[in-house]
């Protein structure tokens, strides 16, 4: 199984500015304060993320319930809002028409870069390595920072589709809008799906999609966030990037691993490319996380350990696979 190690240049401030940062997570938790205030909100309990392990205790962010699997490491918030209502806040919610006027307006072309070029950089890879031809590709979830017009821009994924979209940025040219129903089964060589598996309410009903859309000896490339990263492992629910609608499902590696077996999927690269992890742990230790023990030797580590060992801590944690951030390639099997 392929790990890929990338270190490069780019820091925090350039693709999550503090401001914008705090602004969405102060609209996010205003709706998820109104979900649990409003009395007509639907919710559902859930089991565990896999089948083979048992919930410890539940904690609370943002109002609602998380477990953490002991066993795996996953963490997974039950109950959660039912789809309809997450659909809702994606197409309709102060959050969500935020984040696209940022992404549609003020979302500068450094930024932009700085976040598709790795993707696409990683689809040509694909492409060349497994020697596909103009694949059959679908791009599943929302797209809020155009990144389907950048994939569509290297002219080597054939047509592309785009499906369960609720809110983004319009289709690029040549690309085609459909629903998932309206999609045939083992229809594309290549389907992406970058970061929407921790948002949906049900990730095996998103899991099962992708079986169904990929045809026998396509691929599934996916990205997600991380439980067995160092961000959630040090910080919890402390953590920045832990606002509650936005994580409703954290898988672990091993987690995600055995779910993508059981819907037909051999894992060919599991890599956590995440290139961040060591600077968003500094900066929330410089806004006041705790730095009692065990935390006290990541606050000391940090302050004294100079900026080689930072890039030797976040080299390590790729080459393990414990950045907070990931990227999976699975080929289906059959």
């Known amino acids: 199984m392929k790990t890929s190690v990338l270190i490069d240049e780019m820091r925090l401030a350039e693709v999550r500015p503090d401001q914008v940062a705090k602004r969405y997570e102060e609209l996010r938790r205003a709706e998820a304060a109104h979900l649990l205030q409003n009395p007509s909100t639907r919710w559902v309990g859930r089991a565990t993320p896999t089948r083979s392990c048992k919930p410890g205790p539940a904690f609370m962010s943002d109002g609602l319930s998380f477990h953490h699997c002991p066993d795996c490491g996953s963490i997974f918030a039950s109950p959660v809002p039912v789809q309809e209502e997450l659909d809702r806040l994606a197409r309709d919610g102060e959050a969500a028409r935020w984040r696209r006027d940022y992404f549609g307006q003020r979302f500068s072309e450094k930024q932009r870069q700085a976040i598709h070029a790795p993707i696409v950089r990683w689809a040509q890879e694909v492409i060349d390595e497994y020697g596909l031809t103009e694949p059959r590709t679908a791009l599943v979830g929302n797209d809020e920072t155009g990144l389907a017009t950048s994939l569509n821009a290297n002219g080597r994924l054939g047509q592309m589709v785009l499906t369960e979209r609720v809110s983004g940025q319009p289709a690029p ?5 459909m629903a998932a129903s309206e999609l045939s089964a083992a229809a594309f060589d290549l389907v992406f799906d970058m970061g929407s598996l921790e948002r949906v309410a049900d990730p095996e009903r998103r899991l099962a999609l992708w079986s169904e859309l990929v045809a026998p000896g396509g691929f599934l490339a996916i990205t ?6 160092l961000e959630y492992r040090v910080l919890g629910p402390k953590a920045a990037s832990f606002i509650a609608l936005d994580r409703l499902t954290l898988y672990s590696v091993p987690a995600l691993t055995e779910q993508l077996a059981l819907f037909g999927f051999e894992v060919v690269e599991f890599s956590t490319p995440g290139r961040l992890d060591v600077e968003v742990l500094e900066q929330a230790f410089a806004d006041g996380a705790p730095s009692d023990d065990p935390l006290d ?7 004294h350990g100079g900026e080689d060992f930072k890039t030797d801590l976040q080299r390590l944690l790729q ?4 950045s907070s951030f990931a990227r999976v390639l699975a080929r289906k099997v059959g």
Do not use: N, P, Q, Y
């Open 319 to 322: 080459r393990h696979r414990f």
């Open 297 to 303: 030797f990541w606050t000391h580590a940090l302050k």
């Open 173 to 177: 040219d040549g690309a085609v809008e």
């Open 224 to 229: 997600t966030s991380m439980a067995s990263g």
